[in-house]
């Protein structure tokens, strides 16, 4: 019997998985560092332990520590959120070892999915579209390296297995360049994963990022729970995202989407799940997936109506998905800004007393946040403060909705990237929708700073 939630992790999703965790009736236990003594979710939590020091590799990545809070609190079951240890296979596999239910697949596809040359060749066999290229690693013999890459045809991109982050990864226009950036980018791959296998892609030169949500439960049942657009990226980094992605053929999604669906069936996956796509002259391919919540949920939860979180929860205390794909119809359309504390300008982080946050509201618009005046961003974690959700029955409504939110925007004491926020919904571009993935940066290179 499940009666205890421990989340272990921090800001706006800590309170996200708290709302839902009460929605089911469970007590949640908030872990946190010093520097999170006074955060929201500490205070709106049931029972709460320090962990540790500010630093997260000392509080929130710190699994003995995680553990020990889940012994000391009787806790029976374990969020991970974004971040942090969500992606640590290890991390899953001593929740189990001890006891506790983490809410997350198992060990075993977290494990595959975070090799990315495993994962590719698992997708393969699902019959998930993936990007031109081998799903084995790099040989090391150079007349065979040419020749691969000279099948797929340049430019190419090199990308290391264990990669991450956006590192790791190398494009190569010809084949002059190509078995010195190999040497290269093996090298770096050895030092910064431990693992030195490299394999080769087609270069897509201007792809869009299309991702479609996932949710499965421990009975064999998978749904997708439709596509988001998430081609606004600074540095790989997102920053606006939206729900579908616009101007895609319906027919098109709702195949990559069963595929998907037939991928966690053939991997035994379990909970919420993401697969990354780039989508580019019609053709989706898949880049990786993530096994855990993302930050930009909510915009398919205002879409599809579920809850995304709390669903993720009963699959993983064993409970069957209530919903069949064919009850679920897509609602209107919507976006998430994330608003981060940092110079709009030169995107540094903007720590400091929050003095001022007034967040919109009006229909439509959902701000989930942990942020309230006289809070404090700490110097040491992600500098995400709020995200701005706006629905609408149809994208231009959503998008008006989205601009008169992010003008009653108003925060002061920290600097935050409202600005830029405003600067998007304005773009012809963006409004047109279907930019890609160089978009933003271009636009952000095109002087005429806001
Ligand atoms: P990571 O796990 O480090 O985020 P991904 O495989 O998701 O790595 O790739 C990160 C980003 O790199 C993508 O969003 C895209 O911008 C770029 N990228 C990756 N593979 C390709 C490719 N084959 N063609 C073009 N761009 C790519």
Redesign the pocket.
Known sequence: MVRSLLIANRGEIALRIQRAARSLGLATIAVHSEADRDARHVALADKAVCIGPAPAARSYLDPAAILLAAEATGADAVHPGYGFLSENADFAESCAAAGLVFVGPDAQAIRIMGD?VAAKRAMRRAGVPC?PGPDTGLPDDPDAVRRVAAEIGYPV?L?AAG???????R?VDGEAGLLDALALTREEARRAFGNPEIYV?????R?R?VEIQVLADRHGNALWLGSRDCSL?RR?QKVLEEAPAPGLDPALVAEVGERCTQACRQIGYVGAGTF?F?YEDGVF?F??MNTRVQVEHPITEETSGIDIVREGIRVALGHPLTIRQDEIVARGHAFECRINAEDPETFRPSPGWVTRFDMPGGPGIRVDTHMVPGARVPPYYDSLIAKIIAHGPTREEALMRLRIALSEARVEGVATNLPLHRRIVDDPGFCAGGVD?HHLEKLLKGGDHA
């Open positions: 990315k990007v991109i990308k990669g991450g982050g956006g590192r790791g990864m494009v892609e087609k270069f897509l030169t792809p990022h990226q790989h990354e780039l391919s880049i990786e993935i």
